[in-house]
Structure formats: structure tokens, C-alpha cells
């Protein structure tokens, strides 16, 4: 079963697509079908609803969707990368500004990309996280410096210990 967070012009919603003829938003159950009328546009049945859905746009983030001639913003996300999200959001900081982000899950430390006194962007990918056969790239959540990394690479790891720190 994939689980996904999926959020809808600030509005999420939890769904899990079950088989190929039904899906669970927010714990109910629904029968869907999906038919292609070209690259970009496919109508979408769910329980015997029809929505005419056209791709308008797609950027890193967010992917803007014209269903029934109304323009959605929608951002998904795995439940694995949620969970990720959110611990990363919620990583201590400490008075001296270095803000300290710990590992969202368990696993394997695949590849370290910077090093410490990096100069990083919010959203830099600073290593390479391998959990559940899935590469997880853990990001900056603000701008800064790398002043320490607490993991070496290859290197197996425990959830919430602290993989680095940003000043």
C-alpha cells in the first residue's frame, strides 16, 4: 500500500492507494479510476464523480492541476518523507543560532555531499540517507554554515541522533 501526505492549496490530506481500484483520503474509502486522454490531461472517477484534470505546471515543490476548470497547487510527499520533513522542521536549536538536525529514521549513511564549513542554502542537500531500500536526500532547513557533521559515511545510524549542525 503507498501512503502519501498530500496537500491541496494549504489543505492536507492523508491517502493511501490501496490497489489500482481503490484509495483512502483521510480514512475513507473511495473506488477511482483513471483514464489518460493524452500527455497532460486524464479524467479522474471516484465513486462516480468525473474530474477532468490538466497539468498546468510542475516545479520542485508544487504541481499546479486545472480540475474542472478550477486551478489547484498540490504538493506530495511520501508518509516516509513527511516524517522526515517534520523531524527536520522540528530539530533543536540552541541560543547561539546553530541548529542541530537529527536523522528522521534509521538506516544507512549512503553519501556525505558538503563538508564542514560549507557556506549552504535552505534546501541544500547536505547527505544522502538510505532507509527502507530508498535514498533520502536530508536537507538545510535554513541558510548558514555547516559547523559540524556528527555521522561519517557508510556508517549506520539510529533515529533522532544528530547528523549535523548549522550555524
Given amino acids: 500500500m503507498n501512503e502519501f501526505v498530500v496537500r491541496i492549496n494549504e489543505n492536507q490530506r492523508n491517502v493511501k492507494v490501496v490497489d489500482e481500484h481503490f484509495i483512502e483520503i483521510d ?26 484534470t490538466a497539468l498546468l505546471n510542475k516545479n ?5 492541476l486545472l480540475i474542472n476548470n478550477k486551478t489547484f497547487d498540490v504538493n506530495i510527499k511520501t ?17 547561539s543560532n546553530q541548529t542541530i538536525v537529527k536523522s528522521p529514521m534509521p538506516g544507512l549513511v ?4 558538503k563538508k564542514v564549513g560549507d557556506k549552504i542554502g535552505k534546501g541544500d542537500t547536505i547527505m544522502i540517507l538510505e532507509a527502507m531500500k530508498m535514498e533520502n536526500e536530508i536537507k538545510s532547513i535554513h541558510a548558514g ?17 544528530s547528523l549535523f549542525s548549522i550555524k
Avoid at 110 to 113: E, L, P, R, S, Y
Fill in 79 to 95: 508518509s516516509l518523507q513527511e516524517k522526515a520533513y517534520q523531524l527536520l522542521s522540528q530539530s533543536q536549536s540552541n541560543i
Fill in 145 to 161: 554554515f555547516l559547523s559540524e557533521i556528527f555521522v561519517e559515511e557508510g556508517k549506520p545510524i539510529e533515529k533522532n541522533i
Fill in 110 to 113: 549512503v553519501k556525505i555531499i
Fill in 60 to 64: 520542485e515543490n508544487v504541481i499546479s
Fill in 27 to 52: 480514512n475513507n474509502r473511495y473506488q477511482y479510476t483513471i483514464n489518460e486522454l493524452n500527455d497532460s490531461k486524464v479524467v479522474l472517477k471516484i465513486n462516480n464523480k468525473f474530474y477532468e
